[in-house]
């Protein structure tokens, strides 16, 4: 996979106060495709919400312009980054390719964040101090204090459902382990193997959830307001569905599986 880079950047401290202040340099990651009508605006609510943050815009070479769009962001500001790829490959894929950047240019937080207003950059600095004292902070739409602004009903059960059903199938606590507005420690993304993710849609977001439970790190969730987009369509399609209920439900059958071989061979106490 071929993709154009800017020169390497080396994130710099800003001197103002900040909830990331003590955190590190922090990478926001915005991966887009066909988001033209929504990139500008993200990108500055971004810089304004969490002004030490770096952006880095990887746009899987829209039709509509968005990279150029980026390209003209990041001219004007040192705080901006793109990264043009050279096709729409999924989400999954985006990330991971913004996380190698990131890790490379060595960074110590690294945040997900969708282009298109769904996730509330005013929000960010919830994400940041909650990971002061935790490993993976998940914006979270279904704990206490989270909501959905603006979704059908039929939207909110898929979600719930979904949610419901991944921590039946994988016996984890999560709530929202789909959600996509995320922040994660760097010793925690080199912890969980992204080598070997093969999970793209929104399955990739149970995927590292997941696997940072099982490595021992410690995963919050704090509420979030999720707003759907006013501007563009939306990638969600059943192809993403029926993906994320087929791996999960696999994974749930090895974890299940993998428990009961455990239990099994388990040597029995010896009586004294």
Partial sequence: ????????????????????????PVLVIIPTYNESDNITRIVSRTRKAVPGAHVLIADDN?????????????????????????????????????????LTESYEVLVEMDADGSHQPEQLPLLLNALND???VLGSRWVKGGEVLNWPKSREILSRGGNLWTRIALGIPLRD?????????RKTLLGLGLDNVASAGYCFQVDLAWRALKAGFKVVEVPITFIEREYGDSKMSQKIVVEALVLTTLWGIGHRAQQLRALVTKPKAIAS
């Fill in 62 to 102: 829209s039709p509509d312009g968005t990279g150029k769009l980026a390209d003209e962001i990041a001219a004007s500001d040192d705080h901006v980054h793109v990264m043009h790829r050279l096709g729409k490959e999924g989400l999954g894929a985006a990330y991971l390719a913004g996380f190698e950047w990131g």
């Fill in 134 to 136: 935790a490993d993976l």
């Fill in 177 to 185: 382990a789909t959600g996509g507005y995320r922040a994660f420690r």
């Fill in 1 to 24: 996979m071929s993709q154009s880079m800017p020169p390497t950047a080396q994130p710099q401290m800003e001197c103002e106060k900040a909830p990331s202040e003590a955190l590190g």
